[in-house]
């Protein structure tokens, strides 16, 4: 009889520290998910650059005219990027930019952005190439009169826009 109690409190001894194993994995395991999940929040805020009702004027540039050479239209940005081939200079219409999200002087240079018109919904992908004070964007001319679909932009001078950093 001793032996079968000893034997049955063995068992549950073993039982219970398989159990208190078991529990410590779980919780290893929940802690790693609860990191991970944090740190993909993170990375996601950091790739999701965006902003909303952001003031975008209008600026002459005048790319097609000027062979799109940035050092021609004195752009902030042709010192890192004026070199690029022709075809990564004339990909998308270019802006400055000072918008309240994102990366600011040489660090933008080059990265692009999906801007949508708020009042239109038109949208178009442009490419830094220049810095500004206005607080938001000053989108080539061109780049301006494709968002402007329905004229009001350049009754007032300006339009709010929402961006997007992109892959360019």
Not at 37 to 44: D, K, R, V
Not at 81 to 100: D, I, M, S, V
Request: aromatic letters at 12%.
């Amino acid at each position: 009889m001793c032996n079968k109690r000893l034997e049955k409190s063995s068992n549950n001894r073993k039982y219970i520290e398989y159990s208190n194993e078991r529990q410590r994995k779980i919780s290893q395991w929940q802690d790693l998910a609860c990191v991970f999940i944090l740190l993909c929040a993170f990375a996601a805020k950091a790739a999701a650059q965006t902003a909303s009702n952001v003031r975008a004027t209008y600026h002459y540039y005048y790319p097609e005219q000027n062979g799109w050479d940035l050092y021609k239209v004195s752009a902030y940005c042709s010192t890192w990027k004026g070199n690029q081939p022709l075809e990564w200079r004339r990909k998308y219409g270019w802006t400055a930019f000072c918008g309240p999200v994102g990366p600011r002087g040489r660090d933008s240079c080059g990265r692009c952005l999906r801007v949508t018109n708020t009042a239109t919904g038109a949208q178009a992908t442009v490419r830094i190439v220049d810095q500004c004070s206005n607080g938001g964007l000053d989108l080539d001319d061109g780049v301006f009169k494709q968002l402007d679909t329905n004229g009001q932009g350049y009754a007032r001078g300006n339009m709010i826009v929402n961006y997007a950093f992109v892959n360019c």
